[in-house]
């Protein structure tokens, strides 16, 4: 299909680019006599520790090499998604929400169609290799909704791939409360707060905001989807408190680091914004 053939030239590409990389670090480099899968999991490891796209995406071509070797390695399966995930995170800015809306852009939207599909399968079948845990529900979270997102998530909302992102979010929220900071409540957040009427919910939209914040603490993307949810329900001095308490605050986890640059920018566009409403009133 068409999204296979993208697939493929873009993985293509990328191995063109692994080949000219540079050696790996003394830091991250194996011990002696190490075997050969070990030293290029320990590259690929020292790339996803480096954290910027381009690393990410020479740390999944790795990954995805070694799994010529061990096709069904659950654990070699869940990082070459998280890899991929977290490049698409880096690049498109975690597809959060802002205060206008989403970062939906076809830009970004052609990464999402690119690399989507591709996680997803890697992390169903890392699924489908070990009982599944946090890691690996929020690794197979993060990959559906980028592979769907180039659709357009909030059109979706309505449809079965809505229901299916909903009820990931859910279970993420029952049974890992704490992975993550709450990621589970987190996302169900911002899904009841674009998603159209019947399905969205402002209600339900903060409730699973601050749920997030009491149960996965006070971190970046926590308060930051608190300060954006009350401001799109016109509760502008919430939402003031939490922009402030957000560029004061660290993210919780290397997910959340992807975007956290762009959470900080925005915080601080928006808190002006806040106030500006608030001596207005």
């Not at 880096?90 to 999402?112: C, L, Q, S």
């Not at 890691?135 to 979706?156: V, Y």
Request: one cysteine or more; a positive charge.
């Amino acid at each position: 299909g068409v999204g296979l053939g993208v697939t493929l030239a873009g993985r293509a590409l990328l191995k063109k680019r692994l080949a000219k990389s540079q050696p790996v670090d003394a830091e991250v480099a194996p011990e002696a006599g190490a075997k050969p899968g070990r030293v290029a999991i320990a590259r690929a490891d020292g790339l996803m520790r480096k954290r910027t796209a381009a690393s990410c995406d020479k740390a999944a071509l790795i990954y995805e090499e070694e799994l010529r070797k061990a096709p069904a390695d659950a654990g070699l399966l869940l990082k070459a998604a998280d890899a991929i995930n977290a490049a698409m995170r880096i690049r498109t800015d975690g597809n959060t929400i802002t205060i206008d809306g989403t970062v939906e852009t076809p830009a970004k939207k052609a990464v999402w169609k690119r690399d989507g599909a591709r996680a997803l399968a890697l992390a169903e079948r890392g699924l489908a290799a070990k009982a599944p845990d946090a890691r690996a529900l929020a690794i197979r979270f993060d990959s559906f909704m980028f592979s769907c997102s180039h659709k357009g998530l909030i059109k979706q909302a309505l449809t079965g791939t809505g229901t299916k992102y909903k009820n990931m979010g859910l279970e993420l929220q029952k049974r890992y409360p704490r992975h993550d900071g709450d990621v589970g409540s987190a996302v169900l957040a911002c899904f009841f707060h674009v998603a159209p009427w019947p399905v969205g919910s402002p209600s339900k939209a903060i409730a699973n905001a601050k749920k997030a914040v009491q149960r996965g603490g006070p971190t970046l993307r926590n308060l930051y989807y608190v300060a954006v949810i009350s401001y799109g329900q016109g509760d502008y001095e919430t939402a003031a408190a939490y922009f402030q308490r957000a560029l004061d605050a660290k993210p919780g986890s290397p997910s959340e680091a992807d975007f956290a640059p762009f959470m900080k920018s925005e915080s601080k566009r928006s808190l002006a914004l806040a106030q500006e409403k608030l001596a207005k009133a």
